[in-house]
């Protein structure tokens, strides 16, 4: 984003910028071809500088701070910085201005400086690459979790029934008057010779 702050993630207080041959060869730059190594075109600091996610390699006079090129560094474009074939302290960087751009040799007085030059630019890659691993990941869910533990003097009561026992079923109701709603069945009338023998018994 534009709005994002510039952050200075390395600083070399001398470094020189040499006018490089045109490559002949697909293989790479070496700095032996670059002619007298005293005879450079430009000697300043250099900063590197990030931006969100951008990032440029900043070559700036010591005095007055004007900006002499930049090189804007892609992870992507292997042609932004390149070192050289036949030494660890030259690289070739692509600076750009006002969208042209062209290929300039540039390079350190110590090799800690160019190993430091090396491992800011890979720091950065890392931290990009971070970042996309990230973003890609599924959003974690935040809202608040319900607390279900036990607070201090609280018990849980569990009514289980009681387990074992038989629970005993009514009786059915002999004279049939029971939830089934039938009506009692009545005994028969007495027969004739049944009716004769009782009236005899009431004459005696």
């Given at each position: 984003?534009?709005?994002?702050?510039?952050?200075?993630?390395?600083?070399?207080?001398?470094?020189?910028?040499?006018?490089?041959?045109?490559?002949?060869?697909?293989?790479?730059?070496?700095?032996?071809?670059?002619?007298?190594?005293?005879?450079?075109?430009?000697?300043?600091?250099?900063?590197?500088?990030?931006?969100?996610?951008?990032?440029?390699?900043?070559?700036?006079?010591?005095?007055?701070?004007?900006?002499?090129?930049?090189?804007?560094?892609?992870?992507?474009?292997?042609?932004?910085?390149?070192?050289?074939?036949?030494s660890s302290r030259y690289f070739v960087l692509r600076i750009e201005n006002e969208g042209r751009h062209a290929f300039v040799g540039m390079g350190?007085?110590?090799?800690?400086?160019?190993?430091?030059?090396?491992?800011?630019?890979?720091?950065?890659?890392?931290?990009?690459?971070?970042?996309?691993?990230?973003?890609?990941?599924?959003?974690?869910?935040?809202?608040?979790?319900?607390?279900?533990?036990?607070?201090?003097?609280?018990?849980?009561?569990?009514?289980?029934?009681?387990?074992?026992?038989?629970?005993?079923?009514?009786?059915?109701?002999?004279?049939?008057?029971?939830?089934?709603?039938?009506?009692?069945?009545?005994?028969?009338?007495?027969?004739?010779?049944?009716?004769?023998?009782?009236?005899?018994?009431?004459?005696?």
């Amino acid at each position: 984003m534009d709005d994002d702050y510039e952050s200075v993630l390395l600083i070399v207080r001398e470094c020189y910028v040499y006018k490089i041959p045109p490559r002949t060869t697909a293989r790479g730059y070496r700095a032996a071809e670059w002619g007298d190594m005293e005879a450079f075109l430009w000697k300043g600091r250099l900063r590197i500088i990030a931006q969100g996610k951008k990032c440029s390699i900043r070559l700036e006079d010591n005095n007055t701070g004007d900006v002499f090129a930049v090189c804007p560094y892609d992870p992507n474009d292997t042609s932004a910085v390149e070192p050289v074939l036949d030494s660890s302290r030259y690289f070739v960087l692509r600076i750009e201005n006002e969208g042209r751009h062209a290929f300039v040799g540039m390079g350190f007085l110590e090799r800690s400086e160019a190993f430091d030059f090396n491992v800011t630019l890979q720091d950065f890659v890392k931290q990009i690459n971070a970042e996309k691993e990230a973003e890609s990941k599924p959003k974690e869910d935040n809202t608040p979790k319900k607390d279900y533990s036990l607070k201090a003097g609280e018990t849980i009561s569990i009514n289980i029934g009681k387990a074992g026992s038989r629970q005993s079923r009514p009786k059915a109701d002999s004279t049939g008057s029971g939830s089934g709603g039938l009506v009692p069945l009545l005994p028969p009338p007495p027969s004739a010779a049944q009716v004769k023998r009782q009236n005899q018994k009431f004459k005696q």
